[in-house]
């Protein structure tokens, strides 16, 4: 009989203690986040439908409008996920970087040829510290040997 009762403890710790990770802290601010994202993207009633089934891709939508990355990229980078042309986890990839990069001028953008090289990061942390100090255009400055003139002082002649 304590067998039972201790089993039944341990496995209602395990049932309570073990919460499934959730993006939004509640569906309160799930809905609210939602009613934001469909009116601020003017997304279609068949379009929403596909995201929001997924909270991760509300999440990542919610975070970049929160962080301020212009709406029409976001509204871009959700057309090509609506069109097939970006998986879940490519969608998610794009507006994660657009998030966390917003002070770049150009946007990121997939290259799918087949020679394409690019450069590869560990995590994520490599890549702000490789933009951060100012990232392709200072590397390909130092590989080339070219310094930075300050425009403001005489030329010495």
């Known amino acids: 009989m304590r067998i039972k009762y201790v089993l039944t403890f341990f496995i209602l710790l395990l049932i309570i203690a073990c919460n499934s990770y959730q993006p939004f802290s509640s569906s309160k601010e799930k809905r609210m986040k939602s009613e934001t994202i469909k009116k601020d993207l003017k997304l279609s009633s068949k379009n929403f439908k596909k995201i929001k089934k997924e909270d ?26 609506f069109s097939n042309n970006y998986t879940k986890k490519e969608l998610l990839t794009i507006l994660k970087l657009d998030y966390n ?10 290259n799918r040829r087949k020679d394409a090289q690019g450069i590869d990061f560990k995590d994520i942390n490599e890549m702000k510290k490789f933009f951060n100090e100012g990232g392709v ?4 400055d ?12 005489k030329k010495n002649r």
């Not at 990069?101 to 997939?110: D, T, V």
């Not at 130092?142 to 002082?153: A, E, I, N």
């Open 142 to 153: 130092s590989v080339l040997g070219m310094k930075k003139r300050d425009s403001t002082q």
């Open 56 to 81: 991760s891709i509300l999440f990542s939508i919610a975070t970049a409008l929160e962080k301020k990355v212009r709406l029409n990229l976001i509204k871009r980078r959700l057309d090509s996920f």
């Open 101 to 110: 990069f917003p002070k770049i001028k150009k946007p990121f953008e997939f």
């Open 137 to 140: 255009e200072k590397k390909l």
